[in-house]
């Protein structure tokens, strides 16, 4: 059998770091393959290449048995080639069918678009209204809007980033029928993760990346996962350990807080209620976009709201600010490292004084003592192994792991009684994101009490005591973590609407 | 104290035209995302290189050209800067303002009282005798009659063709559109320059028919209140024609009541069409869903692509 | 192919060398248009920049104008400078300039023929409440409706100028004038003025207060919380809402110091260089020190040094009006362009340029 796409060689370097090293590998027709590796490892890049955003800088590529090389998406898209995107793809302010005309390269007249939509939806189970604002639909709808937009196409190869990181385990089940559909009807897919057990699960045949380069390939179905992940990362890791013990007084309620979004297109808090004791991890789980980055606003005292909606250690603080709520012990560690976490273009130093001004007393009679912000930066580089030059190194220039351990560690350091994070080891490394974990732990078993928002479900399954699944705004009752299995979870984040959704349609 | 509607009405219109040209651009620009606060000085230089255009060639036409062509060429510097050498906007565009104003002095040297060329109306002097309708709809310049089709055709083509989709969606998030393959900083330089041809005509227009003068800084902040109406129309085109004609009315009432020598203190009727521009602005975005919605949510941010 | 690369941390020798070399390619492109106005280019910005200081029978006259000039720009870029720096954009400072001066004035003339020592001190506060009070127009729209604050301070100034056209006709209008337009001259009469306190070089109380304004700001900047809190404000908003900085406090604070200044600079210039309220006294500052502040990188020395510099280009201008004949509005288009090379040149401190076949996406 020939090969779909055969690549060969191909190279791409970036000032300081090498993201592809003469990488090789073949995708036949109607094959899953997944692309397996770290954050970082270049599959970005590697599929960029493929799609005709980045152009390499050494290497061939064939489709079809004849040279390939697409000069644009549009060429690439000509060519048969269709990339359905983890983030950055689709227009909130325009509606399903806008957004899906954008990605084609004639789109039939309105009205027609929008029954062949209607047809392609109804085809493979991905119930859609072209009508509707894309910045209304959640996460999983939206990508079903990228996935009918490429399939509009007839692609011969459908690139796929990350599919699953937004969706609910009920969702992924949809997912997987409408892939294993779709290369049984002959379209190859080239399928991103770093997730072992799903890649078991779905793909034909994985190509692993470390560094770069290819460091080995394999049939998922024939290996077990600890060898995948081995070859991935290149060595074994350690799960986060931590001793039982019994949780202490109840330091941070949070009773019927409701809130309106900020943004048009954010998620409303609706009758949110959750209570955290001394050494326990609360886990709160849910698909992107419910309401996680609101629950954090509203917990840090970046939003405010009625006064007894968040009481700390039975005082009323919801009408404070973050400073006010920092200097009793309430500190937190918001999902966006760049712009939100930590501002871009100030040194760790700086970046240091964000948060830890009052707690760290880096202040005196508001003016700002260097030397000893500088200390505290040089003591959480050191602590936390953040690989950096120094403290007046701009926060941009961190890699992702390395400035989310530094982050995190700036709040720990400050000896919370409760510490809020969201997505601590969101494209984190494995190793960064185990020492993160491990830190939680470690901060917990210390008679503080973490809260963890997390899309990553086996993270929260692996360190939480309790967990409680965010919906729309909603906060499910809390469940003990331990036992729990995905069908339960799946259920409490609200998948089950879907189901129905999809049976019918069947 | 008598006021005469009819020829409020048609003062109204030709009051507005300038503005309303310079406002059509805007929206077009900043619809792909960029907010170009250079708008008063495209609209001078157009004001200068039209009217000397039209004193050297007697040819309005070719004012009309020059004018758009002077517009174009300044919004090119700003295009420039801010989508190839990735500077701030805001900084660009108030150097824009600063340097057309310069400009536009300097060009203007020996200019001021001079008589440019009689710009005929497209229609017949008869049909403008015609009571009350006449003078409205039949007695301006063919350049008002094309700032109205302006708007129609800015409506149009945004709402229903795929150039129009483009353009929406690269304002709306210029990720997206590139990761989809759109040339980004392409589409934003063409609407840009669109920008310049109709600030540098409203402003010809404006020297040319309006006031048949050059007068140093004669725009008197007219390309600001041109930005006013794009964010008071929410970004959409038939509300920019309706808040140019209300800006034009005040504007040419104000003029009248002045004339009329009624009681009202001259500093007060001076200010107020700025005063009632800060009014409905107010009014505007306290509004805060409308306003959010139709805003261009890329607007004004520095686009670069880094692969 | 050219393409721009981010650097990971902006080029500390790019952003210090990129003014002088805007200044460089300015004198160059410069010289050109004086060429296409039929002008010897060299001797043109020789006579700009090198004859206000130098010129053996100008320079007397000349040389302290440069301060007399710088005082007000500078004054006013500080307070521009920490709004711009917050993303709070202020470009109305020559509407409260225009108010300040009025307010203060009126607080001497009330006062008038009073030669009380306090009335002096008294006006340059009124004045700095005044360009305060103008301010806070656009401050509170903005923070209680969130309207443009763009907008809303430079159609102010369009207002300003009816009430400075009214004032200096009207109600400030000097009785002993025979009806002539203008205040009375508050710089000849004691108690009012603003003297040059030393002889010969410029000095008023104005260029003092420019000078402190620069050392505070320095001292704001570098070593204040609130130094910091405007820095992240404008580099990072969410970071700063999140490090609990008030974004209400802070457009308030940064609206109100920067038109307090310009009401001050107002101030200090209608009670000593112009010497009275007429109906052309502003002479442009408030705009033209939105190019200083650009020009000093929004730091407290640069905007020192870059309002020297647009002070020296103001003088040179005169000069070369009066030496060579050059129109006045060339000098108004050179500042702008000036302020153009600079804007270009920026991409140099934050991207490095790399030349080769990697492919300029978009």
């Given at each position: 059998?020939?090969?779909?796409?055969?690549?060969?060689?191909?190279?791409?370097?970036?000032?300081?770091?090498?993201?592809?090293?003469?990488?090789?590998?073949?995708?036949?027709?109607?094959?899953?393959?997944?692309?397996?590796?770290?954050?970082?490892?270049?599959?970005?890049?590697?599929?960029?290449?493929?799609?005709?955003?980045?152009?390499?800088?050494?290497?061939?590529?064939?489709?079809?048995?004849?040279?390939?090389?697409?000069?644009?998406?549009?060429?690439?898209?000509?060519?048969?080639?269709?990339?359905?995107?983890?983030?950055?793809?689709?227009?909130?302010?325009?509606?399903?069918?806008?957004?899906?005309?954008?990605?084609?390269?004639?789109?039939?007249?309105?009205?027609?678009?929008?029954?062949?939509?209607?047809?392609?939806?109804?085809?493979?189970?991905?119930?859609?209204?072209?009508?509707?604002?894309?910045?209304?639909?959640?996460?999983?709808?939206?990508?079903?809007?990228?996935?009918?937009?490429?399939?509009?196409?007839?692609?011969?190869?459908?690139?796929?980033?990350?599919?699953?990181?937004?969706?609910?385990?009920?969702?992924?089940?949809?997912?997987?029928?409408?892939?294993?559909?779709?290369?049984?009807?002959?379209?190859?897919?080239?399928?991103?993760?770093?997730?072992?057990?799903?890649?078991?699960?779905?793909?034909?045949?994985?190509?692993?990346?470390?560094?770069?380069?290819?460091?080995?390939?394999?049939?998922?179905?024939?290996?077990?996962?600890?060898?995948?992940?081995?070859?991935?990362?290149?060595?074994?890791?350690?799960?986060?350990?931590?001793?039982?013990?019994?949780?202490?007084?109840?330091?941070?309620?949070?009773?019927?807080?409701?809130?309106?979004?900020?943004?048009?297109?954010?998620?409303?808090?609706?009758?949110?209620?959750?209570?955290?004791?001394?050494?326990?991890?609360?886990?709160?789980?849910?698909?992107?976009?419910?309401?996680?980055?609101?629950?954090?606003?509203?917990?840090?005292?970046?939003?405010?709201?009625?006064?007894?909606?968040?009481?700390?250690?039975?005082?009323?603080?919801?009408?404070?600010?973050?400073?006010?709520?920092?200097?009793?012990?309430?500190?937190?560690?918001?999902?966006?490292?760049?712009g939100h976490a930590a501002a871009p273009d100030m040194s760790l130093t700086e970046n240091a004084v964000l948060t830890g001004r009052?707690?760290?007393?880096?202040?005196?009679?508001?003016?700002?003592?260097?030397?000893?912000?500088?200390?505290?930066?040089?003591?959480?580089?050191?602590?936390?192994?953040?690989?950096?030059?120094?403290?007046?190194?701009?926060?941009?220039?961190?890699?992702?792991?390395?400035?989310?351990?530094?982050?995190?560690?700036?709040?720990?350091?400050?000896?919370?009684?409760?510490?809020?994070?969201?997505?601590?080891?969101?494209?984190?490394?494995?190793?960064?994101?185990?020492?993160?974990?491990?830190?939680?732990?470690?901060?917990?078993?210390?008679?503080?009490?973490?809260?963890?928002?997390?899309?990553?479900?086996?993270?929260?399954?692996?360190?939480?005591?309790?967990?409680?699944?965010?919906?729309?705004?909603?906060?499910?009752?809390?469940?003990?973590?331990?036992?729990?299995?995905?069908?339960?979870?799946?259920?409490?984040?609200?998948?089950?609407?879907?189901?129905?959704?999809?049976?019918?349609?069947? | 104290?008598?006021?005469?509607?009819?020829?409020?009405?048609?003062?109204?219109?030709?009051?507005?035209?300038?503005?309303?040209?310079?406002?059509?651009?805007?929206?077009?620009?900043?619809?792909?995302?960029?907010?170009?606060?250079?708008?008063?000085?495209?609209?001078?230089?157009?004001?200068?290189?039209?009217?000397?255009?039209?004193?050297?060639?007697?040819?309005?036409?070719?004012?009309?050209?020059?004018?758009?062509?002077?517009?174009?060429?300044?919004?090119?510097?700003?295009?420039?800067?801010?989508?190839?050498?990735?500077?701030?906007?805001?900084?660009?565009?108030?150097?824009?303002?600063?340097?057309?104003?310069?400009?536009?002095?300097?060009?203007?040297?020996?200019?001021?009282?001079?008589?440019?060329?009689?710009?005929?109306?497209?229609?017949?002097?008869?049909?403008?005798?015609?009571?009350?309708?006449?003078?409205?709809?039949?007695?301006?310049?063919?350049?008002?009659?094309?700032?109205?089709?302006?708007?129609?055709?800015?409506?149009?083509?945004?709402?229903?063709?795929?150039?129009?989709?483009?353009?929406?969606?690269?304002?709306?998030?210029?990720?997206?559109?590139?990761?989809?393959?759109y040339k980004v900083v392409r589409i934003r330089i063409l609407a840009i320059l669109f920008g310049g041809a109709c600030a540098g005509?409203?402003?010809?227009?404006?020297?040319?028919?309006?006031?048949?003068?050059?007068?140093?800084?004669?725009?008197?902040?007219?390309?600001?209140?041109?930005?006013?109406?794009?964010?008071?129309?929410?970004?959409?085109?038939?509300?920019?024609?309706?808040?140019?004609?209300?800006?034009?009315?005040?504007?040419?009432?104000?003029?009248?009541?002045?004339?009329?020598?009624?009681?009202?203190?001259?500093?007060?009727?001076?200010?107020?069409?700025?005063?009632?521009?800060?009014?409905?602005?107010?009014?505007?975005?306290?509004?805060?869903?409308?306003?959010?919605?139709?805003?261009?949510?890329?607007?004004?941010?520095?686009?670069?692509?880094?692969? | 192919?050219?393409?721009?690369?981010?650097?990971?941390?902006?080029?500390?020798?790019?952003?210090?060398?990129?003014?002088?070399?805007?200044?460089?390619?300015?004198?160059?492109?410069?010289?050109?248009?004086?060429?296409?106005?039929?002008?010897?280019?060299?001797?043109?910005?020789?006579?700009?920049?090198?004859?206000?200081?130098?010129?053996?029978?100008?320079?007397?006259?000349?040389?302290?104008?440069?301060?007399?000039?710088?005082?007000?720009?500078?004054?006013?870029?500080?307070?521009?400078?920490?709004?711009?720096?917050?993303?709070?954009?202020?470009?109305?400072?020559?509407?409260?300039?225009?108010?300040?001066?009025?307010?203060?004035?009126?607080?001497?003339?009330?006062?008038?023929?009073?030669?009380?020592?306090?009335?002096?001190?008294?006006?340059?506060?009124?004045?700095?409440?005044?360009?305060?009070?103008?301010?806070?127009?656009?401050?509170?729209?903005?923070?209680?409706?969130?309207?443009?604050?763009?907008?809303?301070?430079?159609?102010?100034?369009?207002?300003?100028?009816?009430?400075?056209?009214?004032?200096?006709?009207?109600?400030?209008?000097?009785?002993?004038?025979?009806?002539?337009?203008?205040?009375?001259?508050?710089?000849?009469?004691?108690?009012?003025?603003?003297?040059?306190?030393?002889?010969?070089?410029?000095?008023?109380?104005?260029?003092?207060?420019?000078?402190?304004?620069?050392?505070?700001?320095?001292?704001?900047?570098?070593?204040?919380?609130?130094?910091?809190?405007?820095?992240?404000?404008?580099?990072?908003?969410?970071?700063?809402?999140?490090?609990?900085?008030?974004?209400?406090?802070?457009?308030?604070?940064?609206?109100?110091?920067?038109?307090?200044?310009?009401?001050?600079?107002?101030?200090?210039?209608?009670?000593?260089?112009?010497?009275?309220?007429?109906?052309?006294?502003?002479?442009?500052?408030?705009?033209?020190?939105?190019?200083?502040?650009?020009?000093?990188?929004?730091?407290?020395?640069?905007?020192?040094?870059?309002?020297?510099?647009?002070?020296?280009?103001?003088?040179?201008?005169?000069?070369?009006?009066?030496?060579?004949?050059?129109?006045?509005?060339?000098?108004?288009?050179?500042?702008?362009?000036?302020?153009?090379?600079?804007?270009?040149?920026?991409?140099?401190?934050?991207?490095?340029?790399?030349?080769?076949?990697?492919?300029?996406?978009?």
């Open positions: 059998m020939s090969a779909l796409l055969e690549i060969k060689g191909l190279t791409k370097a970036y000032p300081g770091v090498v993201a592809n090293d003469d990488v090789s590998f073949a995708i036949q027709p109607g094959e899953v393959h997944a692309l397996l590796g770290e954050n970082g490892a270049g599959k970005s890049t590697l599929v960029k290449m493929i799609y005709g955003l980045v152009r390499p800088d050494a290497g061939t590529m064939t489709l079809n048995g004849a040279d390939y090389t697409p000069s644009e998406p549009r060429a690439a898209r000509a060519s048969g080639v269709a990339m359905v995107f983890q983030h950055f793809s689709l227009f909130e302010a325009l509606s399903v069918a806008e957004n899906i005309a954008l990605g084609m390269e004639d789109p039939p007249k309105p009205r027609d678009l929008a029954q062949r939509i209607h047809d392609v939806s109804r085809t493979y189970g991905l119930p859609l209204d072209p009508a509707r604002l894309v910045g209304d639909l959640s996460a999983g709808e939206r990508q079903r809007v990228e996935i009918i937009r490429c399939l509009l196409q007839d692609p011969k190869l459908l690139i796929m980033d990350e599919p699953t990181s937004v969706l609910t385990p009920q969702e992924v089940e949809i997912l997987f029928h409408t892939l294993r559909k779709l290369s049984a009807e002959g379209t190859a897919i080239l399928y991103i993760s770093h997730k072992l057990e799903e890649i078991r699960t779905l793909c034909d045949a994985a190509t692993i990346l470390r560094l770069g380069k290819v460091v080995g390939e394999c049939t998922p179905r024939e290996v077990s996962a600890a060898q995948m992940a081995e070859m991935m990362v290149g060595k074994s890791l350690s799960q986060p350990a931590r001793d039982e013990a019994e949780p202490g007084e109840v330091l941070l309620t949070v009773a019927g807080l409701s809130m309106e979004p900020a943004s048009p297109f954010g998620t409303p808090l609706r009758h949110v209620g959750l209570e955290v004791r001394a050494g326990e991890v609360l886990g709160i789980g849910g698909v992107a976009g419910n309401g996680q980055d609101e629950l954090l606003a509203a917990l840090s005292g970046e939003r405010r709201s009625a006064p007894g909606a968040v009481e700390f250690k039975g005082a009323p603080i919801g009408d404070t600010g973050p400073e006010a709520r920092r200097k009793l012990g309430l500190l937190c560690a918001p999902e966006e490292r760049l009052v707690r760290k007393g880096l202040d005196q009679n508001g003016f700002v003592g260097w030397g000893k912000a500088k200390g505290f930066a040089e003591e959480i580089i050191a602590r936390f192994d953040v690989r950096t030059p120094g403290p007046d190194v701009a926060a941009r220039a961190l890699s992702g792991g390395n400035l989310q351990k530094y982050v995190i560690g700036r709040e720990i350091l400050q000896d919370p009684d409760v510490l809020v994070v969201n997505q601590p080891t969101w494209g984190v490394d494995a190793s960064a994101a185990a020492a993160i974990r491990q830190a939680l732990l470690d901060l917990a078993q210390n008679g503080a009490a973490v809260i963890v928002i997390s899309q990553d479900l086996d993270e929260l399954l692996e360190i939480s005591d309790r967990f409680c699944a965010l919906n729309e705004g909603r906060l499910s009752a809390p469940r003990p973590a331990r036992g729990l299995s995905m069908e339960e979870i799946g259920l409490m984040l609200g998948g089950a609407h879907d189901m129905h959704e999809v049976e019918a349609a069947q | 104290m008598s006021i005469d509607l009819v020829a409020l009405t048609v003062a109204l219109i030709t009051v507005s035209t300038p503005v309303l040209l310079a406002a059509i651009g805007e929206l077009v620009v900043e619809k792909s995302g960029v907010l170009n606060l250079g708008v008063e000085g495209m609209m001078i230089t157009g004001a200068v290189v039209g009217f000397v255009t039209a004193v050297e060639t007697g040819s309005p036409t070719l004012a009309f050209l020059a004018g758009m062509g002077g517009g174009m060429a300044l919004s090119l510097i700003f295009a420039v800067l801010t989508q190839l050498l990735l500077s701030n906007q805001v900084a660009t565009g108030l150097a824009l303002t600063l340097f057309g104003l310069g400009l536009s002095a300097l060009l203007g040297v020996g200019y001021p009282g001079q008589t440019p060329p009689v710009v005929t109306d497209p229609f017949p002097a008869a049909l403008a005798e015609i009571l009350v309708v006449g003078p409205i709809l039949f007695g301006h310049s063919l350049v008002t009659y094309l700032s109205v089709l302006l708007v129609a055709a800015v409506w149009y083509v945004l709402a229903f063709t795929r150039t129009g989709l483009i353009l929406r969606a690269v304002g709306e998030s210029h990720e997206a559109a590139h990761a989809l393959g005509l409203g402003g010809a227009f404006l020297s040319v028919v309006r006031v048949q003068n050059w007068i140093e800084g004669m725009t008197a902040g007219a390309g600001w209140i041109a930005l006013a109406l794009v964010v008071f129309a929410s970004w959409k085109p038939w509300r920019v024609l309706f808040g140019a004609y209300l800006f034009g009315g005040i504007a040419a009432l104000q003029l009248r009541l002045q004339a009329a020598e009624i009681g009202v203190p001259v500093a007060l009727l001076d200010a107020s069409p700025y005063l009632v521009t800060i009014i409905v602005l107010v009014l505007i975005s306290s509004d805060r869903s409308r306003a959010a919605l139709n805003a261009p949510a890329a607007l004004g941010r520095v686009f670069h692509a880094s692969s | 192919m050219i393409r721009l690369e981010k650097r990971p941390t902006p080029s500390r020798f790019w952003s210090l060398s990129t003014p002088v070399i805007a200044v460089i390619l300015t004198m160059i492109a410069g010289g050109l248009m004086f060429a296409a106005l039929g002008q010897d280019p060299v001797e043109a910005i020789r006579v700009i920049f090198w004859d206000p200081l130098f010129h053996p029978q100008f320079a007397s006259y000349s040389r302290p104008q440069l301060l007399v000039k710088a005082g007000p720009l500078i004054l006013i870029a500080i307070g521009l400078s920490l709004g711009f720096r917050a993303g709070i954009w202020n470009i109305g400072a020559e509407g409260q300039y225009i108010i300040g001066a009025i307010c203060g004035a009126a607080f001497g003339l009330a006062l008038y023929p009073s030669e009380n020592i306090l009335i002096f001190p008294g006006m340059v506060i009124v004045g700095a409440l005044g360009g305060w009070a103008w301010a806070m127009i656009p401050g509170i729209l903005k923070t209680r409706f969130r309207t443009n604050e763009i907008l809303v301070s430079l159609l102010l100034v369009y207002v300003a100028e009816a009430i400075l056209a009214s004032a200096a006709t009207n109600w400030l209008r000097n009785p002993e004038a025979r009806g002539f337009p203008g205040s009375r001259n508050l710089a000849r009469h004691p108690g009012t003025d603003n003297p040059e306190l030393i002889a010969g070089t410029g000095m008023h109380w104005g260029v003092v207060a420019a000078f402190i304004a620069v050392i505070a700001a320095y001292v704001l900047l570098n070593r204040h919380v609130l130094g910091y809190q405007i820095k992240l404000a404008g580099q990072a908003p969410r970071a700063a809402r999140f490090a609990g900085v008030e974004p209400t406090r802070l457009v308030l604070l940064c609206l109100g110091v920067s038109g307090a200044l310009a009401g001050m600079a107002g101030l200090f210039e209608v009670s000593g260089p112009a010497g009275q309220i007429s109906i052309d006294f502003n002479s442009g500052y408030g705009f033209t020190a939105i190019i200083v502040a650009f020009l000093g990188r929004l730091h407290p020395v640069g905007i020192l040094l870059a309002g020297l510099l647009m002070a020296l280009t103001y003088i040179g201008g005169e000069l070369a009006q009066l030496m060579l004949g050059v129109p006045a509005p060339a000098i108004q288009a050179f500042q702008g362009m000036l302020l153009f090379f600079l804007l270009a040149l920026d991409v140099l401190s934050n991207f490095r340029i790399r030349f080769g076949t990697g492919r300029a996406a978009a």
